[in-house]
């Protein structure tokens, strides 16, 4: 489908694929099943596209994913310019973009597209921009003639996420978010005494790319080639840019950025445990 590959590659994505709706659906609690079904009646195809993000690794206290622009807003931008193509292709049909805000399984979709390879750190890894890519998503209804392109094998398990995180957190064989790091930077209201120690011994106030920094497919990892995700980069936060910030003003500052989505609270908490 020459003209999806260039839809897609207008679009900014490094690569694309699709899987058929009932491959991912065992994968998929009832509720995200009824919730894919109620914003897509038979549902039948879910095309998978991933998008990279990797600017350098400059100094900062914010994980990477979120020194840009927000993905949510640009991938869903980005994956409409290939719906606007579609539509013209089916116009019967309807196309439902989405970057990790639907109920659909991102990354076993994406790899079940054959775009990368599964890493035991939970994410997608798609040489040479390593697992630092955003995945989105597009469903519909519509039976696309997909390329068959078979998913590629799972990461070779070196174990290097695993020993690298502080947390313990991929001892099960894959991420467990309630001990996550990333999990807790993000967490709304009061924390345990512990939970407090473990944060101030985090680098970072937002998120945690230790897992990710350990992956042998990160050491060199290509940078993104997307304006979005590669200037007016904002790598550091520090109590001057919250001060005097109210929820709406924090909006106003920083509610194009993916960091801002839990308010000023736990950033200003996340810090104050740094001066501690
Ligand atoms: S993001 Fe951090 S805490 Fe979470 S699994 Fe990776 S290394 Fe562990
Ligand atoms: S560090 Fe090793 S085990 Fe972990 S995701 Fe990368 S290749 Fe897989």
């Known amino acids: 489908m020459d003209w999806l590959d260039k839809a897609f590659a207008a679009a900014g994505a490094a690569a694309w694929g699709g899987a058929a709706f009932s491959d991912l659906a065992g994968r998929m609690s009832p509720a ?6 109620r914003l897509c009646p038979r549902p039948r195809t879910v095309l998978a596209a991933a998008f990279p993000y990797y600017a350098g690794d400059r100094p900062g206290n914010l994980s990477l994913y979120a020194r840009g622009a927000d993905y949510h807003a640009v991938v869903a931008r980005r994956l409409n310019t290939v719906c606007e193509v579609l539509i013209e292709k089916y116009p019967e049909e309807s196309f439902f973009p989405a970057a990790d805000s639907s109920p659909l399984p991102e990354r076993e979709a994406a790899w079940r597209a054959g775009i990368g390879l ?24 519509a039976a696309l003639d997909l390329p068959a392109r078979p998913p590629a094998p ?3 398990n070196c174990g290097a996420c695993r020993a690298a995180c502080p947390a313990g957190a991929l001892e099960a064989g894959g991420p467990e978010a309630s001990r996550c790091l990333s999990e807790l930077t993000q967490r709304k209201g009061a924390l345990t005494a512990e939970e407090e120690a473990r944060l101030r011994a985090h680098p970072l106030i937002w998120g945690c790319d230790i897992c990710q920094r350990a992956c042998p497919y990160n050491a060199a990892p290509a940078r993104s080639p997307l304006p ?39 950033l200003r908490r996340n810090l104050s445990l740094k001066e501690e």
């Not at 995200?32 to 079904?37: G, L, V, Y």
């Not at 109210?246 to 839990?262: E, P, S, V």
């Open 118 to 141: 599964r890493g035991m750190n939970g994410l997608l890894i798609l040489p040479p921009y390593g697992t630092y890519v955003f995945l989105g998503t597009i469903l519909t209804g």
């Open 228 to 266: 979005e995700f590669s200037a007016g980069l904002v790598d550091r936060l520090g109590p001057a840019d919250l001060a005097g910030l109210t929820n709406r003003t924090f909006r106003d500052k920083y509610g194009d950025r993916a960091f801002a989505w839990r308010g000023p609270g736990p």
């Open 154 to 156: 799972d990461c070779p």
């Open 32 to 37: 995200a099943r009824a919730e894919a079904e």
